[in-house]
């Protein structure tokens, strides 16, 4: 079923139908209503016209204006109407980009949606800044809140903060106060979300802080930390360049895959050619290292003990453990059996 009933080129054809020629001409290049979808500059059309950016300007205004006042105007109302609804029902407040793509695909019926809301009394426009995207308004109280709520959301993340879906609306349904009920469901929260340019969600689904490497993915070592993350235990290297290939589209080749893995410090190789994360409490080195590790911390230990503790740190056979303590350089025998820092 469409977004909306009636034809966005034919309304604004007939409330374009009130202009001179000139001033026609000005507004279909100003919005891109014509065959060209660019939007033209004030600049662009007053080199055109071989008048000033600000002539321009006034005869935009101008036009608006005498749009407004028009017998046509009032004829739209239902459009108008339609419109405002449409945007009460996606939250009160909506973002351009989004809005438009919900309604239509098509640029240039974009651009004629476009001037219908700058047209319409009851839209006011927000431009993007630092903080959050180009924006539509009808609500102006809710706004407020969702705007409030959103800036609060942000600052109770760090930039290692990735957080699932549900979790994230729920976190920002917490800083929302006195909002309508009917506003609260899943689909709204998520477009209210859309509104902010600095928490957003990475291709796995996850929340955070827009800027980070876990949403803003700028390589291949950053595919593949999420990979890996959202994996939850350790991966082969050749299924991690599988995985980016598939999930984030990117071209990724076996033995670059490694050789990243290799240089990060986030990554560690626990097993032959298996990586998981350091953050995970796995540390670097090889099984000897490990093995160094558990005796310095814990003491003589039994085989057995030595063993059960490096397989929770390697991917690797007993053996392999095993064989490794037999380097008499760095592990000694005890007289009751154990092993010892040599």
Not at 180 to 185: A, F, G, I, R, T
Not at 267 to 285: C, P, Q
Not at 299 to 307: F, M, R, T
Request: aromatic residues 8%.
């Amino acid at each position: 079923m469409p977004a909306i009933t009636f034809k966005p080129k034919q309304a604004v054809k007939r409330l374009l139908a009130t202009l001179s020629p000139r001033a026609l001409d000005v507004m279909t290049k100003r919005y891109g209503l014509g065959d060209n979808v660019e939007r033209m500059t004030l600049e662009g059309i007053g080199k055109t016209y071989g008048i000033t950016r600000e002539r321009v300007r006034q005869i935009e205004n101008f036009a608006l204006s005498a749009i407004k006042k028009s017998d046509a105007f009032k004829k739209e109302a239902a459009v108008f109407d339609e419109l405002h609804k449409l945007v009460i029902s996606m939250g009160g407040i909506v973002c351009e980009e989004d809005f438009l793509m919900h309604i239509t695909k098509d640029v240039s019926t974009q651009n004629h949606l476009y001037f219908l809301l700058v047209l319409g009394e009851q839209f006011t426009r927000e431009k993007e800044d630092d903080h959050f995207r180009h924006r539509w308004i009808v609500d102006d109280k809710v706004s407020m809140k969702v705007h409030d709520a959103i800036r609060e959301l942000y600052k109770t993340l760090s930039h290692e903060d990735l957080i699932p879906e549900s979790e994230i609306i729920a976190a920002f349904l917490n800083h929302l106060k006195d909002v309508s009920e009917e506003y609260k469901n899943e689909e709204i929260t998520k477009r209210w979300l859309a509104l902010s340019k600095t928490i957003a969600k990475n291709p796995l689904g996850e929340w955070g802080v827009a800027q980070s490497h876990n949403v803003n993915a700028r390589g291949m070592r950053d595919y593949a930390y999420l990979i890996i993350r959202k994996h939850g235990s350790p991966m082969h290297f050749t299924e991690v360049a599988k995985s980016i290939t598939n999930i984030f589209g990117k071209k990724a080749h076996v033995a670059t895959c490694h050789n990243e893995l290799i240089k990060d410090n986030r990554f560690v190789l626990v097993g032959r050619g298996l990586y998981a994360l350091s953050t995970w409490g796995y540390e670097k080195g090889v099984v000897k290292d490990v093995i160094a590790k558990v005796l310095k911390n814990e003491g003589p230990l039994a085989k057995k003990d030595i063993i059960d503790r490096v397989l929770k740190e390697r991917h690797v056979k007993e053996n392999t453990v095993f064989v490794n303590l037999q380097d008499t350089k760095m592990f000694k025998k005890t007289k009751d059996g154990k092993y010892a820092l040599a």
